[in-house]
């Protein structure tokens, strides 16, 4: 009878080490992204990748909108209420601050090619400094360029300082930047954006034009700058300790697919800037250009902030890194 018991016992034990190994793993993502957006789809695409590559091993769940903030979203991560999230710098640079070097320095790049130069050689650095902080990257992108929708024409850095700008609650630091540099920010939740344009809480929003649209920012604020003020960078992170876990076939799998997955935000972001914008237009959006000298108005008023962002709202070796990689693009000769 003891053998019998002891038998039955390794059984059963085995038998529930076996379901353990082949139970899945419950991947659930936070975003910001809309419910039903292109953005939304592609991670949904993702996700059956990801599952039909795992043989079912992983399963993705998202949830668009619904968690919170990216602050938020990098707070249930921590909490384990979540093992991935979408995020932009917004969210990124709260664990670490150096993620901020490729969005929160104004007009330091001119164009998507010095993005990409700079963030192809920053981005091995950021994901060891993210890794030690508990969290896999798994792709970077962007969504192009964040401009300025206002209530009135404006083409000068002087005119928009008197106008009431949106900043994102909890920026805190974005919120003293601007206003030391004579701004005049609101911080407030996105939710709130529309509402509080039209009430005149505020005159302006910096966003990209996908959102410009999607949230009808256009229909109040009706101007947009020509401006490239600052691209809108992101990653997919994954909980260090989520991704630990898996085998490490799944682990190839999920890189595999999510690589491919950042190519298509990335490509899908940009392509929906330039789109946004011209639907936009049809509807009665006027783009205010800024020609060459008032080009050069913004580019030095913009470098007036460097002295305040570099070695506090960026680390100064992230800081002189990025200026050392745009001057190296620049002085390549010409292809």
Avoid: C
């Amino acid at each position: 009878m003891r053998r019998i018991l002891t038998f039955a016992g390794i059984l059963l034990v085995a038998v529930a080490l076996e379901t353990s190994a082949q139970a899945p793993a419950r991947i659930r993502l936070g975003t910001l992204v809309p419910q039903g957006s292109s953005y939304h789809r592609i991670l949904q695409d993702m996700g059956e990748k990801w599952k039909a590559a795992t043989n079912g091993q992983v399963q993705l769940t998202i949830y668009a909108g619904t968690m919170g903030s990216e602050l938020e979203l990098v707070r249930r991560m921590r909490a384990g209420q979540l093992q991935t999230a979408m995020i932009s710098t917004t969210g990124l640079a709260s664990i670490d601050r150096g993620v901020a070097a490729l969005q929160t320095i104004p007009m330091m790049f001119r164009t998507l090619d010095e993005l990409d130069y700079v963030k192809a050689r920053l981005g091995p650095m950021l994901d060891k400094r993210l890794e030690a902080k508990g969290f896999k990257v798994l792709f970077w992108g962007d969504a192009g360029w964040v401009r300025f929708f206002t209530r009135q024409r404006i083409d000068r850095p002087d005119e928009l300082k008197r106008l009431k700008t949106f900043v994102t609650a909890g920026e805190t630091q974005q919120f003293d930047l601007m206003k030391s540099a004579g701004y005049s920010p609101v911080a407030l939740e996105w939710a709130d954006a529309l509402t509080s344009l039209q009430t005149k809480m505020i005159d302006a929003v910096p966003t990209i034009p996908y959102f410009g649209l999607a949230m009808q920012v256009y229909t109040i604020a009706g101007h947009m700058l020509d401006l490239n003020w600052a691209p809108v960078v992101g990653a997919l992170i994954l909980n260090q300790k989520t991704w630990d876990a898996l085998s490490p076939q799944a682990q190839t799998a999920l890189g595999t697919v999510a690589l491919e997955t950042g190519k298509q935000f990335q490509a899908q972001g940009r392509k929906e800037a330039d789109e946004a914008v011209a639907a936009m237009q049809k509807r009665g959006l006027t783009v205010v250009p800024i020609p060459p000298p008032l080009l050069t108005e913004w580019r030095k008023a913009s470098e007036q902030m460097y002295p305040k962002i570099r070695g506090f709202m960026v680390p100064t070796d992230m800081f002189d890194e990025v200026v050392r990689l745009v001057t190296e693009y620049r002085s390549r000769p010409a292809r």
